[in-house]
């Protein structure tokens, strides 16, 4: 189920209506366990979210990567999704929400399909990636398609500036290179495939013997 | 030329490959260790006075001495949240040689008695994380991780656990909050891991450059690692050079290298006609050094001595381009960005530190903002429950001190530029 996000319900001033999501509703009793029973849950997705739970002690570590997994197939932790982790892994939904929210790549609001992350941290924006994300704006800020997000440090300093494209990481990128970047990833194809971090060497040149 | 111990051929094809890496003598070590016992495996983590790779620079064989004796459950984990500033030294290695990795933690793991192991790698490093998965199946079909491994009765559970980005789970106590699956929030220390630390067990926590070292300190010999470096600084390190440098990247260190040898032999310094201002010689968290330490060599003691720490190995140089109070506010709004929240002194402390660097860019601020901004960050640091405040405050601290007299004339100048934009106005 993707999510429109023309179907978040507003009121007519825009704001959102108080909902799942929001820090507390003192009106509604405390949420509960949802029952495994009348939940229906993805067979494929109940399956992952089983075998993640049996790696650790206890069931709950399993959080963040059944967190991924629920961001994988439905595109944003939808509310959902989440009750449907909540009622396989036996935790109320506000857990997995508070979880959620901490962390910088689990997003609790729709966006859009394809990651763009550019790391603007500070070896990337002494080498320009301020005015990269500039550029990744300009061309794609208000696209649908793109989740596009200033990170910060990605551990690519070498490849500066440089963006992680839905996972994989790529650099240096040329500001004159983002419209052919974004083209790419709206193909579905790998940009810029020689600077693919896969592809890079090591530069030490004391590895190679 | 250094002698290279991790970075060894790290580009040749398929060496993350079981095959591969059995081919260039993998596992042996693992054999080598198996044969002798945990206490003569131990006694040679000790010998080699490896210190811990990720960062505070703890002694590994100490580290697992500390962990109680007998019949418990005891768990290993491996900290390859990588997001220290600069730091990109252990995603070559995930990515390149992921067995290297896994047998360090298998030996480790044996060492200090224990059977669970996890790899704690952050959300972002998903190539990585592959990497390491594939590796992993192939050394559980193997029969290296598992029940009785080759033929011993030690055993071993190993998972990979990928984050989902927060630069504070890369703090030990705030990693196992994570790793069990809550928010990403620091515990109080003591007790310390070593006790009590992942579902209150007695828990190993080390560097993945850390771990990965440990089969070439078996196959070498505690005494032999040791040869390399120098005093209270053992072995090679990784060290990622990035910046304002023409050849950035990760260097196979011995340490004790003159610092400038990094900087302007490997990495090639800055680019032409410009000068380095000042670096960060262990990521962004370590205070800052100008360009009259370059000739400082490049080891733990040393770096401690000049007022800064070797920390992760992330050499960031930044050249006489760029003004200090951008590098400053750049430092300020990660960690503004990434604290928890948990502790006042650092939650505040960063937003506070972010908006008196806004005032001095904006020309709102005066000379005695800079007094007020020093006493913020001697008074975050030492007041939280982990250092994520302290690794604001030490760097922005250093550079208030060292280049006061460019941050005071970045002050007046942007005073400046106000007043002739009031004036035209008027």
Redesign the interface.
């Known amino acids: 189920v993707s999510v429109d996000p023309s179907q978040v319900p507003r009121f007519g001033h825009g704001s959102r209506v108080p909902g799942w999501d929001d820090a507390a509703d003192l009106t509604k009793d405390p949420a509960e366990i949802p029952d495994l029973a009348t939940t229906p849950v993805p067979e494929e997705l109940r399956a992952e979210i089983e075998d993640y739970m049996t790696?650790?002690?206890?069931?709950?570590?399993?959080?963040?990567?059944v967190?991924?997994a629920v961001q994988a197939r439905y595109g944003w932790c939808t509310p959902e999704g989440i009750e449907q982790a909540a009622a396989v892994m036996r935790l109320t939904p506000g857990y997995l929400v508070?979880?959620a929210t901490?962390?910088?790549?689990?997003f609790t609001h729709p966006v859009g399909r394809n990651d763009v992350?550019v790391c603007t941290?500070?070896?990337c924006?002494?080498?320009g990636a301020d005015e990269l994300f500039a550029a990744f704006h300009e061309h794609a800020g208000d696209d649908p398609e793109f989740n596009l997000r200033a990170?910060?440090?990605?551990?690519?300093?070498?490849m500066?500036p440089m963006a992680?494209i839905n996972?994989?990481?790529v650099g240096p990128i040329a500001i004159d290179e983002v419209p052919d970047v974004l083209e790419a990833v709206r193909r579905g194809e790998e940009p810029l495939p020689e600077r693919q971090?896969?592809r890079r060497?090591?530069?030490?040149?004391?590895?190679?013997? | 030329?250094?002698e290279?111990l991790l970075?060894?051929?790290?580009?040749e094809p398929g060496l993350s490959t079981l095959e591969v890496y059995e081919r260039r003598g993998g596992y042996e070590s693992l054999r080598k260790a198996l044969a002798m016992t945990p206490e003569q495996v131990l006694g040679e983590l000790q010998a080699s006075a490896i210190r811990g790779r990720g960062g505070a620079g703890f002694a590994m064989g100490q580290k697992i001495s500390f962990l109680p004796k007998g019949d418990m459950?005891k768990f290993l984990v491996c900290n390859a949240d990588?997001?220290?500033?600069?730091?990109?030294k252990?995603?070559?290695l995930m990515?390149?040689s992921p067995h290297m990795l896994i047998e360090g933690m298998i030996i480790a793991a044996y060492a200090g008695g224990i059977n669970?192991a996890y790899i704690y790698i952050?959300?972002?490093?998903?190539?990585q994380a592959q990497r390491l998965e594939a590796a992993l199946e192939e050394a559980r079909a193997a029969g290296y991780v598992g029940e009785d491994i080759l033929g011993s009765d030690h055993s071993l559970i190993m998972?990979v656990?990928?984050?989902?980005?927060?630069?504070i789970c890369g703090e030990e106590t705030a990693l196992l909050d994570?790793?069990?699956?809550?928010?990403?929030n620091p515990r109080l220390k003591p007790p310390f891991p070593a006790n009590q630390g992942l579902?209150q067990g007695p828990t190993l926590i080390n560097n993945v450059e850390t771990l990965s070292t440990v089969p070439a300190i078996i196959r070498l010999g505690g005494e032999e690692y040791a040869k390399l470096g120098v005093k209270g600084s053992t072995g090679t390190k990784l060290v990622?050079v990035?910046?304002?440098v023409t050849?950035?990247?990760?260097?196979?260190i011995e340490l004790g290298m003159p610092s400038r040898e990094i900087i302007y032999g490997?990495a090639g310094g800055p680019p032409e006609g410009r000068e380095v201002k000042l670096w960060?010689p262990g990521g962004?968290s370590s205070p800052v050094l100008t360009a009259n330490d370059l000739d400082l060599p490049y080891d733990f003691d040393t770096l401690a001595k000049a007022g800064s720490m070797l920390g992760s190995g992330?050499i960031?140089v930044?050249d006489d381009s760029?003004s200090v109070v951008d590098?400053a506010l750049?430092?300020a709004k990660?960690y503004r960005?990434?604290s928890?929240g948990k502790c006042t002194p650092c939650r505040e402390g960063t937003n506070w530190t972010v908006k008196m660097l806004e005032r001095i860019d904006s020309g709102e601020a005066t000379p005695m903002d800079l007094d007020i901004m020093a006493a913020v960050q001697t008074n975050i640091i030492g007041h939280c429950l982990c250092v994520l405040g302290d690794a604001m405050a030490m760097p922005i601290g250093s550079m208030i001190a060292k280049f006061r007299g460019e941050f005071e004339a970045h002050i007046e100048a942007a005073r400046e530029r106000n007043d002739a934009l009031v004036e035209a106005v008027a």
Request: hydrophobic content about 30%.
């Open positions: 790696r650790y002690p206890d069931r709950r570590s399993a959080a963040i990567p967190l991924h508070a979880v901490f962390y910088d790549m689990l992350y941290n500070i070896s924006s002494l080498n990170f910060e440090c990605l551990g690519a300093c070498d500066a992680s996972g994989s990481y971090l896969s060497r090591c530069v030490d040149p004391n590895a190679t013997t | 030329m250094t290279t970075f060894t051929d790290i580009d459950d990588e997001s220290e500033p600069g730091t990109f252990d995603r070559e990515q390149k669970r952050r959300g972002e490093y998903e190539l998972w656990h990928r984050g989902a980005g927060a630069y994570s790793l069990e699956g809550k928010r990403g579902y990622s990035s910046g304002h050849n950035p990247g990760n260097f196979e490997l960060f962004s992330a960031i930044v760029t590098v750049k430092t990660f960005h990434e928890c």
